[in-house]
């Protein structure tokens, strides 16, 4: 990472939310996904990223808001670079807690974001006081009135969506393949095992995918597996045996791959997360 970067993490033992503060100039990362809720707020600077095909610029005080899954990027494209700070919410628990604390939340429907990019003073406020009740580990009553605070803020942002097997907006080839690679991430898969189960050739499945998610078959798996090892480093496994139960050919294998995705080695990310020594 360049010396000029610095990143703060940190996550919250009662509800696993983890909170990043981070300063980037120039590349600050290659596209890729969560398999969390990203909200956040830019402090400092120009914030610029892709997301769902659009271009995003977002300048101090702008709230962003990234669903799982959401292809994204990041680059500063001013010299003095970008700060920001943001949280990642678990989808379970953020399901559970909007449907706990609002009853008009609607049945048999998930929350998605309205919008990636927005100016809400009030959002902003919110997060950046639950950033800092959670990043700082404050009184226990404080962190979870922040964060009741978040979420009703939030509830103006969302947009609930029917639960359903498919999205219809998607190629079904695609969406099969998807699964299929939730469903194996730690087998060896090969691009033929995926055209075989989706009756297509290599050629087109690759193509269908690549322009129903944003990336190639291969660099899905990866992130998924990247999203696995992120939990269980929290936990405290080892770099070494998060390596090895992913399917990494080495634990140097799994760090080039983590440190292009979050600007992090493992061993570093372990330690923040779980107050574990490497």
């Not at 100039?25 to 956040?40: K, N, T």
């Not at 990336?215 to 390596?243: D, F, S």
Request: include cysteine; charge should be neutral.
């Amino acid at each position: 990472m360049d010396k000029r970067n610095w990143i703060s993490l940190s996550q919250d033992v009662d509800t696993g939310i983890e909170s990043i503060r981070a300063h980037f100039r120039g590349h600050a990362y290659d596209p890729h996904w969560h398999d969390s809720f990203l909200v956040g707020v830019t402090e400092q600077g120009v914030q610029q990223f892709n997301c769902r095909r659009v271009r995003h610029r977002s300048t101090p005080g702008h709230v962003f808001l990234l669903e799982p899954g959401e292809i994204h990027d990041g680059h500063a494209p001013t010299e003095d670079g970008f700060t920001y700070s943001m949280l990642y919410l678990d989808p379970h628990w953020l399901e559970r807690e909007l449907h706990a604390l609002f009853e008009n939340a609607p049945a048999d429907s998930q929350p998605g974001f309205a919008d990636t990019l927005s100016h809400d003073p009030r959002l902003s406020t919110a997060i950046v006081q639950a950033f800092h009740a959670l990043h700082e580990g404050d009184l226990r009553i404080v962190r979870q009135t922040a964060i009741d605070a978040l979420l009703a803020s939030l509830t103006r942002h969302l947009d609930w969506r029917k639960r359903q097997d498919f999205d219809p907006r998607l190629p079904l080839v695609a969406q099969v393949a998807r699964d299929y690679l939730h469903a194996h991430t730690y087998e060896d898969i090969g691009l033929d095992d995926l055209a075989r189960v989706c009756s297509v050739d290599r050629f087109r499945l690759t193509r269908a995918f690549k322009a129903a998610f944003g990336l190639a078959p291969h660099a899905y798996l990866i992130q998924l597996r990247l999203a696995k090892a992120r939990q269980l480093l929290a936990r405290g496994e080892t770099p070494a045996q998060v390596a090895s139960v992913l399917g990494f050919a080495d634990q140097s294998h799994l760090g080039r791959w983590f440190r292009r995705a979050y600007q992090l080695t493992p061993a570093d990310y372990r330690k923040r997360c779980s107050n574990l020594p490497d």
